[in-house]
């Protein structure tokens, strides 16, 4: 006979002890298992070319175009529906990516340790806002970007982690931010600035021209989510550490390809359950829209998953406001996933709830029984490709994903 | 259509507080769309490139630029010159509260509740009661429907862990001076009550109220508490309770006519306190009018009288005698007498058949064969044919008083002896030998008799009397009295066996959580009660697929 209860606290302890220290930066195909050459990782669920949403096509397209396989748009395309590339997600390559999350082999990638139970995991550098290829931008600017970050940004980084003393905690570093604003998904201005301030001076080590130096620091310092992608990996680590536990009903992912949204359950392999994904609710660019949002995309709910984000809302009463909350909601936006959840986090704690842990472990039961869909904090895409994020705001995966795993649990572990 | 720009220099902004005041702005009549944003170089562009277009600014990063466009000049200048209105603008909302949805968030969020409070639907409901009990909770449960089987099994499971479950279908309560469900405004008192009926908690403690006393407890059990199959866990529980509660100085015991054999184990219970009890089984004879310490009222307005008259004065120790053991055998001449004896004991005695039941559970099976508490008509027809009634001949008594007392189960005899015209003309004469005789060879063995006659009878009354005296018979001259004794006697030995309920929970402030109808909150609330409301729901929507999975998965683990 089965104990899930016992078995999801088996999950959400290797969750919660599992310990992230970022190692290093390296190209994707060097480090992320089965990356090949003709292999594109993507956010979210599976997903066929047909399927994919604007943004997410308009990413492939860019990275075919960013790895030199395509000169442009057409040519990407006709390689595509030709079958030459294959598309495959993050999540099964034990990686991550934010938005659309593309990640070609060339791409560089902070590579994460979970140094509690060894397991490791990927997510591409962050490029700023604006015109960026994972909200699907691909002009030549964009591009331009991609090959500094990857010539310039990518191999510094690696080497000042080098020289740093065995890398950078991020769960440490979460912890900060958490107690400076941030919640860790949308809003990352704290962590950002301890991500920079940490690698500052070995990046001046590890970097002889002041110029490039000056550049790159310019780059991470102006860039408030560009400590998201360690984070994502960070998350990823700690999630799949309570992964593939026999008869826990604990989610261990949750992502978004732009069409759908799917969730995998630590007691059902690598199943996905999938439905329909959300256009967010929230607050919107100049000039911008509900009529141009793309649906809900992106890895980056792996942050939700590992009980940050939405879940420490409380944390960040500032971006409450992106769903015309109060301070009181953002508290009752925590206080509202601890029904769900498994656990309470005790490296992650909030201190306007007297520093109790942030709620970890979302137990797909719970999601049933009490009908509380996990929150999701979110960055709104432009449904076109190449146009970018057009807002920030709230969205909620469908409950038809929850019932498909309760009914797969059942018929796995019950009958 | 216009548009009109304004810079504000050296300011900042979360970006957050700027889209909400872009919205603001943008929702102003007449205008058609609005931008705020600090003036960054790629904010810039955008602005540019969404057709926000505004002359080449002086600029810097740290500057903010709000642009409005509108149907006219007026509409712009009037939009920006809101701005500082809309930035300061706080929401006038009152701070909700988070109102949890399970009772396990609820039970973390007031972790001193000892009550959880539960009026949702009657098929949810032991569910709900479930999860308070193992989350340590005692139970007020309003829902009415629940099956009889949940029922039992959630009293036996509270009763196990000390806990109490009241209800289901309990309507009211007062815990501490506070009403639970429907309750009186009453004083706090010395009175404690366990009710296993709704209106009569309610007129009896609003009775002691109005007669200047007031109630220390008052546990409603549930109308069902007091059949056989649930076997009075709650009443029981809530007598130990009171029994042992200094605040209580009295307890009444009101419930609609219990099962036999339940009412026989509360009484025995009550008994057990040492205190006074006053008992109103409504509609249900009382064997005497008291009973050692246990008091029998006639109705509710009685029951509150006695109970405050009885908390006025200093209650005497229950003697410590020890009750009689064996069982009862009634061997009466006299039908009426008969009958008289059984409805008076069957409060007391339980099981106790008889050959002139008073209903059909009491049916003995065998005239001629006794079993457990027995009362006898030897004047019925089976015994009296082919020979003279009883009365008159006393062979047959003779004879079963030999039976009976041979019987080493028996414990008491209890006997009429009716003297006057037509009866035997020297009845103690054959009995008195007889009791002797047994008692000689039973020394445990008590009898009882009944005298009924006067002394201008023919037996001369004295003397059968002193007959009796002398054989070891304990005489009595009426049937009441005589039940009284007898009930006294063979009163069933008690003793409370499970986890007491804590006493420090009461007297103490009350902490409740409250899941079902909000009506409840409200009136906790409005009682100064620490309370907190759940917001239930169906489980799984009310999906009974996904609901009888939930349940499986719970039983699994």
């Excluded at chain 2, 309990?170 to 709704?198: D, K, P, Y």
Aim: aromatic fraction near 6%.
């Amino acid at each position: 006979m089965i104990n899930i209860e016992q078995a999801n606290q088996n999950a959400v302890e290797r969750m919660t002890s599992a310990r992230p220290i970022l190692k290093g930066v390296a190209p994707a195909r060097e480090v992320i298992p089965g990356m090949r050459d003709n292999l594109l990782l993507h956010a979210g669920p599976p997903i066929a070319w047909n399927q994919a949403s604007g943004p997410m096509k308009g990413a492939i397209i860019g990275a075919l175009i960013f790895e030199g396989s395509a000169s442009d748009e057409a040519t990407a395309e006709a390689m595509i529906k030709a079958g030459e590339i294959d598309l495959e997600p993050c999540h099964e390559h034990d990686s991550v990516g934010p938005m659309a999350g593309v990640t070609s082999p060339s791409m560089q990638v902070y590579v994460v340790e979970n140094v509690t139970h060894g397991n490791v995991a990927f997510c591409n550098l962050n490029e700023g806002y604006g015109k960026v290829l994972r909200y699907g931008a691909f002009s030549e600017e964009v591009i331009a970007k991609l090959r500094w970050m990857n010539d310039v940004l990518g191999p510094a980084l690696a080497e000042a982690l080098a020289l740093s003393d065995g890398g950078l905690d991020m769960r440490a570093l979460l912890s900060e931010s958490l107690h400076m604003g941030d919640e860790g998904h949308n809003r990352n201005k704290a962590g950002s600035l301890l991500f920079t301030t940490r690698l500052a001076s070995n990046i001046a080590r590890a970097v002889d021209d002041s110029e490039t130096e000056a550049e790159i620091l310019q780059f991470l310092g102006d860039n408030a989510l560009t400590v998201l992608n360690p984070v994502m990996a960070a998350c990823k680590a700690m999630a799949d550490a309570g992964h593939g536990i026999e008869g826990s009903t604990v989610m261990t992912a949750m992502a978004r390809n732009g069409t759908e949204l799917g969730i995998r359950v630590s007691g059902l392999g690598d199943q996905w359950f999938t439905g329909p994904a959300q256009v967010p609710d929230g607050l919107y660019f100049p000039g911008f829209t509900s009529e141009d949002a793309n649906p809900d995309i992106g890895d980056s709910t792996i942050t939700e998953t590992a009980g940050i984000g939405a879940f420490a809302m409380a944390a960040a009463p500032a971006i409450v406001s992106f769903v015309s909350g109060t301070p009181q909601d953002a508290l009752n936006a925590t206080l509202e996933m601890y029904e769900i959840t498994v656990a309470e986090h005790p490296y992650f704690t909030i201190p306007v709830l007297d520093f109790r842990g942030t709620p970890v472990g979302v137990d797909i039961r719970q999601i049933i029984e009490l009908g509380i869909r996990p929150r999701i904090n979110t960055g709104i895409a432009h449904r076109e490709a190449g146009i970018g994020q057009v807002g920030a705001g709230l969205a909620l995966p469908p409950m038809a994903v929850f019932e498909q795993a309760l009914l797969a649990f059942a018929e796995t572990y019950l009958s | 259509m216009v548009s009109q720009h304004e810079l504000r220099r050296g300011v900042y902004y979360d970006s957050v507080v700027l889209m909400q005041l872009q919205r603001s702005l943008a929702s102003l009549p007449e205008v058609i769309d609005a931008a705020v944003v600090m003036a960054t170089p790629a904010n810039l562009e955008i602005l540019d490139a969404t057709g926000f277009s505004v002359p080449a600014l002086d600029a810097k990063p740290e500057d903010l630029l709000i642009v409005v466009k509108a149907e006219s000049e007026q509409a712009a200048s009037a939009a920006l010159s809101q701005v500082d209105n809309l930035l300061t603008q706080r929401r006038s909302t009152i701070a909700q509260e988070y109102q949890p949805r399970s009772l396990r968030a609820a039970a973390a969020a007031l972790p001193g509740a000892g009550w959880v409070l539960i009026s949702v639907p009657g098929r949810y409901a032991a569910d709900v009661a479930r999860q308070a009990l193992d989350l340590g909770k005692n139970v007020f449960l309003y829902s009415d429907n629940v099956d009889l089987a949940d029922e039992m099994e959630l009293k036996q499971s509270a009763r196990d862990q000390g806990l109490l479950v009241m209800g289901p279908d309990c309507g009211t309560a007062n815990i501490n001076g506070v009403g639970l469900g429907f309750a009186n405004h009453v004083r706090q008192g010395e009175i404690g009550i366990v009710a296993a009926s709704g209106t009569g908690l309610q007129a009896v403690s609003s009775a002691i109220h109005n007669l200047g006393e007031g109630v220390s407890q008052a546990f409603g059990t549930g109308g069902r508490d007091l059949k056989g199959e649930v076997g009075g866990i709650t009443a029981l529980q809530a007598l130990d309770l009171l029994g042992r509660d200094p605040a209580t100085n009295t307890v009444v015991l009101i419930s609609k006519p219990p099962a036999a054999s339940v009412a026989t184990e509360l009484l025995a219970a009550a008994q057990s306190i040492d205190k006074p009890v006053v008992v109103n089984f409504i509609g249900y004879p009382s064997p005497a009018r008291h009973l050692g310490n246990l008091h029998f009222a006639a109705g509710l307005d009685e029951a509150a009288q006695l109970a405050v008259d009885l908390t006025d004065v200093p209650f005497a120790a229950r003697s410590s005698e020890q009750p009689a053991a064996g069982y009862l055998r009634g061997l009466f001449s006299g039908g009426t007498l008969a009958v008289e004896a059984l409805l008076g004991l069957q409060t007391t005695l339980a099981p106790l058949y008889s050959n002139v039941p008073l209903n059909p559970e009491q049916r003995l099976p065998n005239s001629w064969q006794s079993q457990a508490h027995t009362i006898l008509d030897l004047g019925e027809d089976e015994f009296t044919q082919g020979r003279l009634h009883p009365m008159m001949d006393n062979e047959l008594r003779l004879r079963r008083l030999r039976q009976e007392s041979a019987d080493p189960e028996v414990g008491l005899i209890l006997m009429d002896v009716v003297l006057g015209e037509g009866s035997h003309p020297d009845l103690a004469s054959e009995l008195a030998p007889a009791i002797a005789e047994a008692r000689d060879q039973r020394a445990d063995l008590e009898v009882v008799a009944i005298v009924v006659g006067t002394d201008e009878d023919p037996q001369d009354v004295d003397a059968q009397i002193a007959q009796l005296n002398e054989a070891g018979a304990t005489l009595f001259r009426s049937t009441g009295e005589a039940v009284a004794y007898v009930s006294q006697r063979l009163r069933q030995p008690y003793r409370y066996a499970y986890p007491p309920i804590p006493l420090d929970q009461f007297g103490a402030s009350l902490s409740v959580i409250n899941v079902g109808l909000e009506s409840f909150y409200e009136s906790l609330k409005a009682q100064d009660v620490d309370t907190i409301h759940v917001d239930w729901r169906p489980p799984a929507g009310g999906d009974e697929k996904l609901m009888s999975i939930l349940a499986k998965m719970r039983k699994e683990s």
